[in-house]
């Protein structure tokens, strides 16, 4: 924090998610769930093709996410794969820093379905099995974290494939409420490791450590986490495992401010990276989930914290 230049980012100095200002936390609070959606279905926005966006579409997005940091389309493009449409509206929504992961397509975007054969099939993205709350990329560099998360259906499972989603901020207040302290120890520098990645005998991914919460320059929150408990370090301190122990309790709850359902072909999500899993899935011969992914270092435009 203190390599942050206030002259060039104001707006960090007054960010509600600094302990210190209090005050300015409380109207950022009251503003923030001062009718906030209690259902999925609020986020919905009925939309034509993601690849030529209205203003009117554009605008119903980006005022659900500046609420929530998330909103899901229903388009008409049903299971066209066509890679354009989930790029085409990262773009309207200024993403440009599209982090191409070493297991993504030529495109960048990461085709997420059942893999039976090759590296990927070790990785459980890549199968049917159920995905545990995180934010994508909490194993990325401090330089490198990612700050949107898009999600594109041309098609969904058989049955099941539901996901979880909830926003960071609102988790945040919760803890905030609950104890400050426990802000105070999810933001140290190394509350959270992940191990390197060893691949054929060599280090392919170093080791990661830094905060759970950060601000960024602007203000913003940033939240970097797995609920995951194999391959991860945490601070081993007497507040750090209350802070997590609620944490925790707050994401198995069946809390107002999670959202569960599962998106059709057509639909998609666009978002601040914020805290989602996946469920358990089958496939048949109709139905083979298959979900575009785009992480991106940037966050979505005009989505900012505003006092």
């Not at 579409?57 to 996410?65: N, S, T």
């Not at 601070?235 to 495992?241: A, E, N």
């Amino acid at each position: 924090m203190n390599e942050i230049n206030p002259d060039k980012y104001p707006n960090f100095l007054s960010s509600p998610f600094l302990l210190e200002n209090d005050d300015i936390y409380r109207y950022w609070r009251d503003q923030k769930l001062s009718d906030y959606p209690k259902n999925i279905s609020e986020l919905i926005v009925e939309i034509n093709d993601p690849r030529s966006l209205t203003q009117s579409e554009f605008d119903a997005l980006q005022r659900c996410c500046r609420k929530t940091n998330m909103a899901i389309y229903a388009g008409k493009t049903g299971t066209d794969p066509d890679p354009e449409i989930p790029l085409a509206i990262s773009e309207k929504f200024g993403l440009h820093g599209l982090n191409k992961n070493w297991l993504a397509d030529d495109t960048g975007l990461t085709s997420l379905t059942v893999v039976d054969n090759g590296v990927r099939q070790q990785y459980i993205p890549y199968t049917n099995r159920a995905i545990n709350w995180h934010t994508d990329g909490y194993y990325n560099s401090p330089e490198q974290q990612i700050h949107a998360l898009n999600l594109h259906v041309v098609q969904r499972a058989a049955e099941g494939g539901e996901n979880a989603l909830m926003d960071h901020e609102i988790v945040y207040i919760l803890l905030r409420e609950k104890n400050p302290d426990y802000i105070k120890a999810l933001m140290q520098s190394d509350v959270l490791t992940i191990p390197a990645r060893i691949q054929n005998g060599e280090v392919a991914r170093k080791e990661q450590t830094g905060p759970v919460f950060s601000i960024t320059p602007n203000g913003d929150l940033h939240m970097r986490y797995t609920i995951r408990v194999n391959n991860v370090i945490w601070k081993d301190d007497d507040i750090t495992s209350q802070a997590l122990r609620y944490l925790d309790e707050i994401l198995n709850s069946n809390s107002d401010y999670i959202y569960r359902g599962r998106l059709e072909a057509g639909m998609g999500l666009v978002s601040n990276n914020v805290l989602h899993d996946r469920a358990a899935f089958t496939d048949d011969e109709h139905y083979k989930r298959h979900y575009y992914r785009a992480r991106y270092f940037d966050r979505l435009k005009g989505t900012g914290v505003i006092l």
